[in-house]
């Protein structure tokens, strides 16, 4: 009942003086509303992130055939037709580590359909490189072993690409042309989205590795390998096989550089996963200062509510009220003042999230959770900020404050 009674006793206080009450409470609602802006936000991006990983895999590795380094200048010596393919087989053979793999090459070509053309990335791979890249249809089949064996004319293709070709109508079971051979469409690729490089991973048509070679590279030859690791070993353990394997299988000299490069993928997501982390840090130390500001206004208010209001004190407190009575209500007065600061700054939060999510095209994420801990948070804001003026009030003798002009 005590407790309700000085509750009651301080929104009576704050309740005297409506617009002084109003702009402390607003310094509060713009410091929580600018930390739950801020955490929407890089919430929003750390999502995006770990989608991204998540779609494209983060234990596999790229190996390319991008000219050797002499006298401080890469020359491209020229790609045997067949290295990749038989240096992927190789890898698959001797490195244990190794869980599968799979040549690639990659272009850029104008793709013709009955309902349309548009110029997209066609690729040639094993029906391996679903596997490494995590890629599943969502209508159709992949094109299998026995599709690359048979040099079929097939392909499997992504969203974006087939939104370009097709329209509403349904790839699967349609025909495209690249440099005028017919393919069947058999599978349209789950979406993966667009990177955080801008890149749109969807905007793709995948053929198997010996039609692609024979069909359209032409005298193009591939110079880039996809490798995946066994379950529970490390990318570094299977980067070392593959690259002491090549180096045997290419004769380089001790001396000499790798005439390939390994790009392992986990260091990209890892990057990529402590940059939005750093971000997100940044973010919210950069909110809690406008938050931090609200709080010394606060405690000033409370300081001037003292002030103001010292023969009311030394009234109390010659009519019996003891100094923790004085103490409570003063910072039960600051405590209110920061939870409906709290309250409003998280619904003015989450309207600026959403806004800028419609507005600006960014991804954010606010949890109903952070309701609970924008108000605990405030509050806790009112405890810190307002004990000082609370206990100032408290220590007021009474025959002074009774004095007090």
């Known amino acids: 009942m005590r407790l309700l009674t000085i509750l009651a006793e301080s929104l009576h206080s704050l309740g005297k003086n409506k617009i002084r009450t109003a702009l402390s409470i607003l310094g509060i609602v713009i410091g929580i509303a600018a ?14 992130v770990e989608r991204e990983i998540a779609a494209i895999g983060d234990d596999w590795l790229m190996i390319g055939y991008w000219g050797m380094q002499r006298t401080g200048v890469r020359r491209q010596e020229g790609t045997p037709p067949n290295m990749t393919r038989d240096d992927a087989e190789a890898i698959l053979r001797e490195c244990p580590a190794v869980r599968v793999v799979s040549p690639t090459n990659r272009m850029t070509a104008q793709v013709v359909s009955s309902f349309g053309n548009c110029q997209t990335s066609v690729q040639g791979a094993y029906p391996s490189y679903f596997d490494i ?23 499997c293709i992504g969203v974006t690409a087939a939104n370009e070709l097709f329209g509403a109508v349904d790839p699967v079971g349609q025909v495209v042309r690249v440099n005028r051979v017919p393919f069947e469409v058999i599978g349209l690729l789950s979406p993966k989205g667009v990177g955080t490089d801008g890149r749109d991973y969807d905007d793709v048509v995948l053929f198997p590795f010996t039609s692609f070679q024979r069909l359209i590279a032409g005298s193009e030859p591939s110079a880039t390998i996809f490798a995946a690791a066994q379950p529970g070993v490390s990318l570094a353990t299977a980067t070392e096989q593959i690259r002491q394997l090549l ?15 390994i790009f392992d993928r986990s260091v990209t997501a890892q990057a990529a996963t ?14 809690s200062i406008s938050l931090l500001v609200g709080g010394v206004g606060i405690m000033n208010i409370m300081l ?38 709290g ?38 804001v009112g405890v810190f900020f307002g004990f000082y003026p609370a206990w100032r009030a408290s220590r007021l003798d009474p025959i002074t404050a009774l004095r007090y002009e």
């Not at 930390?35 to 995006?48: E, L």
């Not at 402590?274 to 909110?287: D, G, K, P, W, Y």
């Not at 509510?305 to 039960?332: K, N």
């Open 247 to 261: 180096r045997q299988r290419h004769r380089v000299a001790e001396d000499q550089d790798d005439p390939f490069r």
């Open 343 to 380: 309250l409003v700054g998280f619904v003015g939060g989450w309207g600026v999230a959403r806004v800028v999510s419609q507005q600006v095209g960014w991804e954010t994420e606010v949890s109903y959770w952070m309701a609970g801990v924008a108000i605990a948070f405030a509050t806790a």
């Open 274 to 287: 402590e940059a939005t982390r750093t971000f997100n840090l940044l973010l919210t130390s950069i909110a």
């Open 304 to 341: 001037v509510s003292v002030t103001e209001r010292t023969r009311e004190i030394g009234l109390r407190m010659a009519l019996g009220a003891r100094a923790l009575h004085i103490l409570g209500q003063f910072l039960c007065e600051a405590v209110v003042l920061c939870a409906i600061g």
């Open 133 to 155: 890249r995590r890629w599943v249809c969502t209508t159709g089949r992949l094109f299998t072993t026995e599709d690359m064996q048979r040099h079929a004319k097939v392909c």
């Open 35 to 48: 930390v739950i802006a801020m955490v929407a936000v890089a919430t929003g991006a750390q999502r995006r």
